[in-house]
């Protein structure tokens, strides 16, 4: 435990997608392993208030947290790694920096001063870098600064990495910049001219990197290492070798093998020991060693871009793990699932998740697929607007509700089985303002939820704005669609099941959000294992 908190600060350079998160969870990874109490925090350049508004195409999925941050989905590996929950303080964007720095302009803060990016938006960049570092909770504070050295957008923050660099002083504060070695297949060889001159543009702001990680395809020879070294200004044993890896849980023991932990402990000026990384190679036996495997289809209209579901996606390879079982996620475009093809599309599926969403685009095919393996009696998970789609299907197919539709895709629909939240329905900005992060949820003891969770009352995270329509719940529980779960304040209902299915569940909230290495969701191992047993009969 340390006694005034260190920094490390990981940049990128050459280009984007190297896995800057991952790096970065990686050595939080063996810091933790080691005793030091570490958390990590994401500095995103765009203008965005709140990633909440950014298209999945564009930006891959809005990881949501336990205090109802919409952030970046870093922060999800972030906690899937460390197994500790972020919160509003470990994502910060130019938008938010901006709409701090203006409203308190708007307020006289500054007293008739001509407000500049140097000093008030740097100034607040460096606070919010240091709140987290203030609250005594931590030894260690990883940030991570998106985009790459050279983009407008990131200047200031590189700036303000420059300051507090000053400001904290020798052994306070390091520098670690992820670049890539690309290999010329014409030539057979590894390139560093990249690499030099991503560390030229950031020496030209004032900072200097203490360590580079070097993504590459091939071995870096000690001969590529010390030129690196040499033309880069660093150490030799700074220089990191990160080879593209089969799995990103592969990556801490990598790091370790090339001493990326005891490289910064060092810098830091702080003690370096084994950590300790048992639980976390038991997962990783478990996971590349597995008894058999499952086919599970994911149903949505983002599938084409993996990034879209991406804790989805990583939640099953826990619960996969858990099971000892490989899971086998085939994404199907909704969109393109009609009654005529939906036999050929989903009958060798051993279980179907039909996953969450907005708007109206692909959700017959979401419908069609519900109303498939509901009467096919194979295993159902289905999540936020995925829950909503199992109601529609019911309501239409057994309770004979024609047309019965939610309000988000048809305003007139004469039987609303899916409403606009009260809450919501005097909401006109569309930005933050959905019902977010953890909200109580009350389990019915006769029920999968209950032998799920083995509890009565949990607590789940949310990003959602319409709701079960209670004045359906009684005819729809006398046709036999039940709800199992329910906020205890508001009636609203979170967790929909047909106890005459093998295995059928829906739920308003996101428990992939919640799955991490050392606790896969117990909903995500249930159902892989309801696949499981779907498969063997």
């Given at each position: 435990m340390t006694k005034e908190p260190k920094y490390i600060f990981v940049t990128g350079g050459v280009s984007s997608s190297l896995g800057k998160g991952i790096i970065a969870a990686s050595l939080a990874k063996l810091l933790q392993a080691q005793g030091y109490r570490t958390t990590i925090q994401k500095l995103d350049p765009y203008i965005n208030v709140d990633p909440g508004t950014l298209n999945p195409y564009e930006h891959g999925e809005c990881y949501v947290t336990d205090d109802g941050a919409e952030t970046d989905l870093d922060l999800g590996h972030y906690e899937r790694f460390l197994n500790v929950p972020t919160s509003q303080a470990n994502n910060v964007t130019t938008g938010r920096i901006y709409q701090s720095v203006i409203d308190k302009e708007r307020r006289g803060e500054f007293l008739g001063k001509t407000v500049q990016v140097i000093p008030h938006i740097t100034d607040e960049i460096k606070h919010r870098i240091q709140i987290l570092g203030n609250s005594g909770d931590y030894d260690i504070i990883i940030t991570e600064i998106g985009g790459t050295v050279g983009d407008i957008e990131s200047l200031p923050y590189i700036e303000a990495v420059r300051q507090l660099q000053w400001d904290l002083g020798e052994h306070n504060a390091l520098v670690i910049h992820l670049t890539l070695i690309p290999y010329l297949s014409a030539a057979g060889e590894l390139k560093t001219k990249p690499t030099q001159h991503s560390v030229k543009t950031l020496m030209e702001s004032g900072v200097h990197a203490d360590?580079?990680?070097?993504?590459?395809?091939?071995?870096?020879?000690?001969?590529?290492k010390a030129k690196l070294a040499r033309f880069c200004n660093v150490k030799k044993e700074a220089v990191i070798q990160s080879i593209d890896a089969s799995t990103i849980y592969d990556v801490p023991n990598l790091m370790l093998e090339e001493g990326l932990d005891k490289v910064v402990l060092k810098e830091l000026n702080l003690k370096s020991d084994t950590p300790d990384l048992k639980r976390w190679n038991e997962f990783l036996k478990r996971h590349k060693n597995?008894?058999?495997?499952?086919?599970?289809?994911?149903?949505?209209?983002?599938?084409?871009l993996q990034d879209s579901y991406k804790s989805i996606l990583e939640a099953f390879i826990h619960a996969g793990a858990e099971n000892e079982v490989s899971v086998n996620v085939e994404p199907i475009h909704s969109e393109y699932l009609t009654p005529e093809n939906i036999a050929f599309k989903l009958q060798h599926l051993d279980g179907v998740l039909v996953a969450p969403g907005?708007?109206?685009?692909?959700?017959?095919?979401?419908?069609?697929?519900?109303?498939f393996v509901r009467e096919n009696n194979i295993p159902f998970l289905g999540i936020c607007l995925g829950m909503q789609m199992a109601v529609i299907e019911y309501a239409r197919?057994?309770?004979?509700?024609?047309?019965?539709?939610?309000?988000?895709?048809?305003?007139?629909?004469?039987?609303p089985v899916i409403n606009l939240m009260e809450s919501q329905k005097d909401v006109i900005n569309k930005g933050g303002t959905m019902r977010l992060g953890s909200w109580d949820c009350k389990i019915e003891t006769n029920s999968i939820a209950y032998k799920v969770y083995g509890a009565s009352n949990i607590e789940e995270r949310h990003r959602h704005r319409f709701e079960f329509n209670n004045a359906y719940k009684s005819q729809m529980e006398n046709v036999g669609m039940k709800a199992t779960g329910f906020n205890p304040e508001t009636e609203l209902v979170e967790i929909v099941e047909i106890p005459s299915h093998p295995w059928f569940v829906g739920v308003q909230y996101h428990p992939e959000y919640?799955?991490?290495v050392a606790n896969p969701h117990p909903l995500f191992v249930e159902f892989v294992s309801?696949?499981?047993?779907?498969k063997k009969k």
């Open positions: 360590i580079l990680v070097c993504r590459t395809e091939h071995e870096l020879s000690d001969s590529l597995p008894k058999s495997t499952v086919t599970i289809g994911l149903i949505g209209k983002y599938v084409e907005f708007g109206e685009r692909g959700i017959e095919g979401k419908i069609e697929a519900v109303k197919n057994v309770l004979k509700l024609e047309n019965a539709n939610s309000i988000e895709m048809d305003e007139e629909t004469e039987h919640k799955s991490t309801a696949a499981l047993k779907h």
